[in-house]
């Protein structure tokens, strides 16, 4: 029998193909073009205020603190609040421009937990990132409230999150940055690609130039007509080549048009693992993580709690079940390990965490054969 893997990409080949045509057909596969395109439609498809199309989520972070950091006077060493509960480039994103991260534990919906955000503000922090969490929000309008009356910037990890809509609404206005993944095995999948959106114009001006390594092309652009110094451009400071190309645009377009529609299938596998497991729920030896009223999560993974986790695991994996575990904490890596033992629930949670398969591929027949499996081994 084949294998269950916890999450594949799926993309509509032929329809993909004839939007990478197109670039392949006029020459075109670099910045322009279809990432033009990609970002029109997807401030249409958010209402947010602008949205710059970069080579991964990660990128997209970095430019997120850079930007941040520059515009209001941050120094090396100044804090930002985090989730150890989280993929890696949540934090390295913080370090990469010498930010300090102060992680905080998290609560139920395993996203930071407001009551103990507010212990951990100090003179010098200066922003808190939220990660959502499989698409979750957990009490992020608590956290965006926390932020306003602390004056600390408020950037969103939405890696997980692009479709997440709360009472109708695209989750992230309130937010300074919102970053999306478009990474092959996220929710709205391309080879590798991302998304950051600045609430601030200026911003979101200067992370183009910034991402583009530092080039700026208005001076010259502005004051000849003729020609003659159409190859000349300034570059006032040193960038990154973050930017996002038309060959990633083109595979984002496609996965953009059936994203609602998708995270529609997603939310029915996830009610059928809650129907087909209730047995277990009810006698205590599994538990979902639950949803604050109001949410359409976009469901990248579903995740459930349960005990001798490790065991459970192996028993799947002998009867072609591959499972995910996210996260380890990001707190047992080396370069934050000075905050090991610093978020007690975030360690108990993490011990019993585990992540359902959940993708476009995945039948109603592979969830009873999953659930029948997890049934006997509990
Ligand atoms: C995947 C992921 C990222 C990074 O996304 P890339 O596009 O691969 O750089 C950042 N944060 C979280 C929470 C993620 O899961």
Redesign the pocket.
Known sequence: MENIQVLKPYYRVDETLAEIKECLEIGWTGMGFKTEKIEEKWREYTGLNNAYFVN??????HLAFKELKDKYGWQDGDEVITTPF??V??NHAIKYENLSPVFADVDEYLCLDPLDVAKKITPKTKALIF?G?TGNIGRYYEIVELCKKNNLKLIL?A??MAGTRFNGEIVGKESDVV?Y???AV?NMPTA???MVCFKDDELDKNAREIGWLGINKDTFSRTTNEGVYKWKYDVPNIGYKYHGNSIMAAMALVSLKYLDEDNKYRREISSLYQEKLKGLVSEGKLSFIPQPEGLESSTHVVQILIDNRDKVLESLYAANIYPGV?YTLNTEYAPYDYANNTCPKAEEYAKRVVSLPVHMGITEENISYICKVLMDVL
């Not at 991964?56 to 972070?61: E, H, I, N, P, V």
């Open positions: 991964s989520a990660t990128s997209g972070l989280t993929f480039s949540t990660v969490l990890d890696a997980h970053v993944s478009f990474q996220k590798d690609s991302g996210h």
